[in-house]
DNA sequence: ACAAAAGTGTTTAGATTACACCCATGA
DNA sequence: TCATGGGTGTAATCTAAACACTTTTGT
């Protein structure tokens, strides 16, 4: 113990890029900042990392306390912990980066916090590093998709082939051909085609697919290649 | 200040995965630890992160300490904060991984620490949650390996095409084609040839090579397919 | 000349890309 | 029947993988 003392302690917090997929957009759920300093500033989801918890169990609570939900994909970015980040006092910070159905979580719990979900080709000047945090989440984000089926954790149980593309298009911020794409999930075969079809697009009508339920983690080579 | 007050303050630490390669190995920096707990017993090089720099500086120093060596490739892998992960006390820990020319590195430097390089096939147990961070940063390097070309982080600057290859078949602990790992490697452009050969494994002599010295972060697709 | 390592070429299989074309359906 | 998205097929191109073959050179 002696030889722990003589170092210093710091504050420890995490800040949480909480990702979703609406209208056709990924979008980052912000708020303005609550207490000084940058009080009213656009900040990432954040909270300090309490004695009795590992910094993933931290960043659980507050996803769970700012959208209701709980078991949500969850990874870590990576820390941030110039001496000067914070100006109030030393903060090192983990950021983490979620992805979350918005059709599925909790509005009152996002309005009691004043948080807003903002499309991510339109976002403000955030804190601190907010920013380069959200950045490297994006491309956390485009990796993970080029290599697993991010669907359903951001699309309800039950979507068509076209939004699964849209999705990836939103992910990957560039288009992606529509046959192409079809052949290259189906090949996976992770999807399973349901009976229902989804008609509020077209006439004729797109099929609903939802994830196999009896695949664990599959092994996936490579999806898109980005 | 007052909202942060109310927060407890931890130790935070940085443990280096610093690998090297040596006799077609890849090999590990290790010491037996010299203060309890679990003194004697192997660890990653590491120390806390003080008031005046960020964590990737405290990495950089420890390399610096332990190794004699500056301006290295050093990344980070990941945070552990369970806040059990050190019995003594609470510390989280950032891990970082480390790229070296052991035929650079200060020996003495090294053996001041009654530190050893062991080949990663033979790892002894290692304290805490040290074998995960080892393992965690492999699968770093084996990824960087599969995008950009490694070489010259650990190999001296002149290498044969031989040489590069077992340097990879050492990283993704399997065999490589001989002739497609040349001419996949050759298709990048950023190798220049030398006119020097190397003639101590056979009469032919094999080429060296050395990365050219006017590529900036070169765009590689993937290199190795993985 | 030949052994042994270095280096090149060839063939095949599979993946990627671009894009043309067919299908189903409600108005 | 036709306009509109939904879905399929195909040819051209590129890449990966396996492996046979040629080159070089000291002895």
Redo the contacts between chains.
């Keep these: 113990?002696e030889?722990?003392k003589i170092?210093?302690?710091?504050?420890?917090s995490v800040d949480c890029v909480i990702l979703g997929y609406q209208d056709e957009e990924i979008k980052l759920l912000l708020y303005p900042r609550s207490?000084?300093p940058y009080k009213g500033n656009w900040s990432l989801l954040g909270g300090?990392?309490?004695?009795?918890?590992?910094?993933?169990e931290a960043a659980a609570r507050i996803l769970k306390q700012t959208t209701g939900l709980e078991q949500i994909f969850l990874e870590?970015v990576?820390?941030f912990?110039?001496?000067n980040r914070d100006p109030?006092?030393?903060?090192?910070s983990?950021a983490y980066y979620a992805l979350i159905r918005i059709d599925l979580h909790d509005e009152e719990c996002v309005r009691e916090n004043g948080a807003y979900w903002i499309p991510i080709r339109k976002l403000p000047n955030l804190i601190f590093d907010h920013q380069e945090m959200f950045e490297k989440a994006l491309v956390k984000l485009q990796q993970k998709a080029g290599y697993s089926l991010v669907g359903s954790e951001l699309l309800p149980e039950m979507f068509t082939m076209i939004q699964l593309r849209k999705l990836y298009e939103a992910i990957l911020q560039r288009e992606l051909d529509p046959g192409n794409f079809r052949k290259k999930i189906l090949s996976l075969g992770v999807l399973e085609r349901l009976d229902k079809k989804d008609t509020s697009e077209s006439r004729k009508g797109a099929f609903y697919y939802k994830v196999k339920s009896n695949i664990g983690e599959i092994d996936i080579?490579r999806i898109i290649?980005f």
């Excluded at 170092?7 to 420890?12: E, I, K, M, R, S």
């Excluded at 300090?48 to 993933?56: H, I, K, L, P, R």
Aim: charged content about 30%.
């Design positions: 113990m030889f722990y170092h210093p302690q710091h504050y420890v207490f000084e300090f990392v309490e004695d009795y918890e590992s910094a993933d870590q990576c820390s912990s110039d001496p109030e006092a030393r903060v090192i983990l080579d290649k």
